[in-house]
């Protein structure tokens, strides 16, 4: 993985508005792509993106793949777009229309970031996360045979209070508990931190490097404007 490049330190020049809803899966598949390859350049460096589904990411001979989904909710997801749209135009309405859904923005060294207001209780975004991992649990089994193993990402999108992060670990083993054997790691990206959780268990707690860099590879290599042979993977 290279990050040093022109696009990625100067890539707000090659955005234009909101990300387009038709590629927003392929953007945060991405994005989980470039996360578990700059943590892990070993272990998944002939991993994939593929025009296939199930498993979203494969490696080039689809001995083992990795499932990536969301932990969010569609009206978190609406909130994440407008604020996409928000943040090229600045207009008052979006800004008027996320704090009505009990949204905040604020700007932390030129950098704007969407989290939730006040009263805020992690019990919801603790059923999101096991809700997210069950549902993938259920669906892999359909085809996990066909692979030597399975890895599963979970992305969480909207910024929370930082209370919710110490409960990340036990939603993970929670939602496993029933099935401890379908994924051999779980990743749960949020901010800029990847929880790991392991078939044996471990918990790891791991930095992200150049995460809003790694985010925006993921956006434009889903837009096309940098392709999968380019240096940025490499």
Not at 4 to 28: C, H, V
Not at 34 to 41: N, R
Not at 222 to 230: F, L, Q, R, T
Request: net charge neutral; with cysteine.
């Amino acid at each position: 993985m290279n990050t040093e490049t022109d696009r990625l330190i100067n890539g707000i020049q090659f955005i234009n508005g909101a990300i387009n809803s038709r590629i927003l899966k392929d953007s945060q598949e991405y994005y989980a792509l470039a996360v578990i390859k700059s943590l892990f350049p070993d272990d998944y460096k002939t991993l994939v993106k593929k025009e296939t589904d199930r498993p979203d990411l494969k490696n080039i001979d689809d001995l083992y793949g990795v499932e990536v989904t969301t932990a969010d909710s569609k009206i978190d997801n609406e909130d994440n777009r407008l604020f996409d749209i928000y943040g090229k135009d600045k207009k008052k309405k979006i800004k008027d229309k996320l704090e009505k859904h009990g949204k905040k923005i604020s700007e932390t060294n030129g950098i704007m970031h969407l989290s939730s207001g006040g009263g805020y209780g992690v019990e919801k975004d603790n059923q999101l996360l096991i809700h997210s991992i069950t549902e993938k649990i259920k669906s892999a089994a359909k085809y996990a045979s066909n692979y030597k193993f399975l890895d599963l990402v979970v992305i969480k999108n909207e910024r929370v209070p930082s209370n919710w992060e110490d409960e990340i670990f036990s939603c993970v083993d929670a939602a496993v508990s029933q099935n401890k054997k379908m994924f051999r790691n779980i990743f749960v990206i949020y901010n800029d931190c990847c929880y790991w959780v392991d078939i044996d268990g471990q918990h790891k707690k791991l930095r992200i490097n150049n995460r809003d860099r790694l985010k925006l590879l993921g956006r434009l290599t889903a837009e096309g404007v940098i392709k999968v042979e380019d240096e940025e993977w490499k």
